[in-house]
Structures are given as structure tokens and as C-alpha cells.
């Protein structure tokens, strides 16, 4: 099932907003400067002069720059990301396949409205496209537009595609007031998991760890986690959320020590070491001050929640708040509803605080220790701490930094 598959790889873009850099055009001052320094273990570069993509463009197909944009999110590896835009910023193709090639990419730009402008012209054309079916409704539950995300989930009514449409429908139920009935949906889509695809199970696993997360659900996480990928940045940055949320920030360090090259994860990265006292944070913040700075130079927007959080971890509160405020306006998954309160919170807003706390009211939203937080005014970076296991933390990780501070807890 060739199509769903597609469907999958675009849908993942959705699920967690990793951000993903596509720069508008950037001439460099001269032909010795700088734009990026890659990892040392990047692969090679698949082009070597413009010749050479031209060419390669000649036999370009649909699987090729679907894979690219799979290996982009993935991988987050912005060049792979640049030469699928750079594929479909060439065919004059118009099909059905192309434009939801094109609809995926804008979504990783964050052009949500231009994505969800061609997402309803192949809906014009095909009203039952369960393609453009999924990906509209996870489009609308990433802005917040639950009650219309769902109307796109009831469409799917072919019994083929019975699983994705008991998955579209427990997404939007995890976030509108349903998320124990989400969560024994999804125990049984997991429990079929391994027999199907690997884009399909790690849908799956990601819904499930975001529930897992807002009902401090021990169980699930570790159920999860046990069958997810730890190489992957989506499966990475869920993981490393629960483990944040919990206080462990020796095995968040660890577990990112090597991913400073991906931005979201830097900024988890440097959450733990600040959290743990290594002066190695200081280092980091520098070099993700760098890259905004870039970012700034190239006049990009797509990357809100990752400044909102520099902001806030070094300790620029009202810039944070306003960056918060910004990506606000564009998604509402659960990392931008806790980034926007921990700002709010942080910066003193009232106005602010009363706000999410209607959106959570209205949606019928669930995540307890949020609302605790929100009501009480007060935050803790480790959100599902209670106050003794906060304490016995600070007594472990200052003991651990004494005798090894890469010693996981």
C-alpha cells in the first residue's frame, strides 16, 4: 500500500515540530565564508556542482524526494531537506503525488496555511484522497483546530484504512478531553505495531508517548520506549522529554552528548547540563546563539520555538515570552503549550496564564501537573517531580557530579 506509506512520511513531519532549516536565498560575502560546519561523521555530499544536480534532476522521481524529505525529518539533516524543495521548486508536474510531495515540504517550513491550501486543491480534485485526508486533519490538530481535524478523520471510511482512522481519531481525542479512551485505542494499534510498516509503528509510538507524558504515565513510557528507536530525532526528542519531565537529566546528557548538531536536541541537551551544573551548557548556548544568529541574517521564521527556548534557558524572559507568544499563533502541540506556560509563568503574565488556561479549558486539554503549575503560578523544569523525589534528585546528581558527571543516574 504504496499510498499510505506516503501518507505516513508526511504525517510524521506533524507529529513532533522539529524544526528544519530552509533558508531563503543567502549569497555569502565571498567564496571564503563560512555558512555551516556539518558533523564530522556527515555522509558525503550528494551533489558537487550544479551540473551534477541537473543532471541527476533529469531522472529525479516522486520515491526519490519523498525519501529525501523522510531522510530530513528523520535524520534532521537540513541538506536533504534543501534538495527535495530544490527537486519540486524545478518539475512543472502538477499531479496529485507532486503536490502532496510539495504540501509535505511546506509543512516543514511551517507554512502551514500554503500546505493547507494545496492540501484542499488535491481534496477538489479527489474528496476521498486519504493522503490529503490525514495529513489535513494532523495539520489542524498541530494549530489547534481539533474539532475540524477530526471532521477529516471521520471521512476515512474505506474498512482498508481502519487503523489510520482509529489513530487520526485517538490523536485528536488524546488532546480534546479523551485521552484514557485515546490511550486504549492506541494500546491496541500498538499491539499490531511490529506487523505493520516502520513509518506507520512509530506513529503510532509517538501519539502514545505524548500520552504517556500528560498522565505521567510510567508504564506506558517505558512500554514504549522499550520498542521505539533511540537513533531517530522524533523518537529522540519524545524520549528525551519524558526523562526531563522526571528529573533525569544524567541519562538525558548521555543520551544527547553526540546530537549537538540537531537543534532541537541541543536545546534538550543543554537543558539537562544546566540542570546538572556542567559547564559545558555555557558552550552550547554559544553555539545555538550562532545559529540563530544565521537564521536572523537569512530572515527565517520557521524556528520560533527553538529561540523562545534559548531565550528562556539563558534567562532572557520577556524575549522568551514574546517568541512564545509568536509560536503561539502557529502550533499548539504539547511542547508549545508547556514552552508558552513556562514563559508566562516565568515573566509574571497574568494575562497570559489566564489564556492558556481557557485554551485548556475550552479543548477539554489534559496534562495535570501543567494546570498545577498555571493555577499555582510556579514552575519546575521538572514538571512530574514531587518535592521529595526533587529533593532526593538534587541529593543524587550533586553526589554524582563529585565522583563523575557522566555517570548516568
Known sequence: MH????????????????????????????????????????????????????????????????????????????????????QLDLTKDQSTETLMLQARALQSDHKFDEAKEVLRQILSREADHPDALLTL??????????????????????????????????????MTG??????????????????????????????????????????LSTQVFDVMDNQTVPALMARTDWLLSIGEYQRVRTLLQTHTDKDALLLRLITAQIKLGDPQAQKNLALMKERI??????????????????????????????????????????????????????????????????????????YSALEQALRLGKINGCLHCSADHTQNLTTQTSGAQMMNKDTPL
Not at 506509506?5 to 510524521?12: A, E, G, H
Not at 532549516?21 to 555530499?45: G, K
Not at 486533519?137 to 474498512?159: H, I, R, T
Open 3 to 86: 499510498w499510505i506509506q506516503f501518507y505516513i512520511k508526511s504525517l510524521l513531519l506533524l507529529l513532533i515540530s522539529i524544526q528544519l532549516i530552509h533558508a531563503t536565498p543567502f549569497v555569502p560575502n565571498d567564496d571564503q565564508q563560512v555558512l555551516a560546519i556539518l558533523p564530522e561523521d556527515s555522509s558525503p555530499p550528494r551533489y558537487t556542482s550544479s551540473a551534477d544536480f541537473s543532471s541527476d534532476m533529469n531522472e529525479n522521481s516522486l520515491a526519490q524526494t519523498s525519501e529525501l524529505l523522510e531522510r530530513a525529518y528523520l535524520q534532521g539533516d537540513p541538506r536533504a531537506l534543501g534538495q527535495a524543495r530544490a
Open 137 to 174: 486533519s494532523s495539520l489542524l490538530v498541530v494549530q489547534g483546530q481539533f474539532s475540524e481535524a477530526m471532521s477529516y478523520c471521520k471521512k476515512l471510511n474505506d474498512p482498508a484504512l481502519r487503523v489510520y482512522a482509529l489513530a487520526c481519531e485517538a490523536q485528536v481525542k488524546s
Open 178 to 219: 479523551k485521552l484514557e479512551a485515546a490511550k486504549q485505542t492506541l494500546k491496541g494499534l500498538a499491539a499490531l505495531a511490529p506487523g505493520l510498516d516502520a513509518s506507520t509503528a512509530r506513529w503510532i509510538y509517538l501519539i502514545q508517548a505524548d500520552a504517556a507524558l500528560r498522565s505521567e504515565d510510567t508504564a
Open 293 to 366: 544568529d544565521v537564521w536572523q541574517i537569512r530572515q527565517e521564521n520557521a524556528h520560533m520555538r527553538e529561540q523562545a527556548t534559548y531565550a528562556l534557558l539563558s534567562k532572557q524572559v520577556d524575549l522568551a515570552l514574546q517568541l512564545a507568544k509568536d509560536n503561539w499563533q502557529q502550533q499548539r502541540e504539547t511542547a508549545d503549550i508547556v514552552l508558552y506556560a513556562t514563559a508566562a509563568i516565568e515573566a509574571g503574565s497574568q494575562e497570559d496564564i489566564k489564556l492558556i488556561r481557557q485554551f485548556m479549558t475550552e479543548t477539554k486539554f489534559e
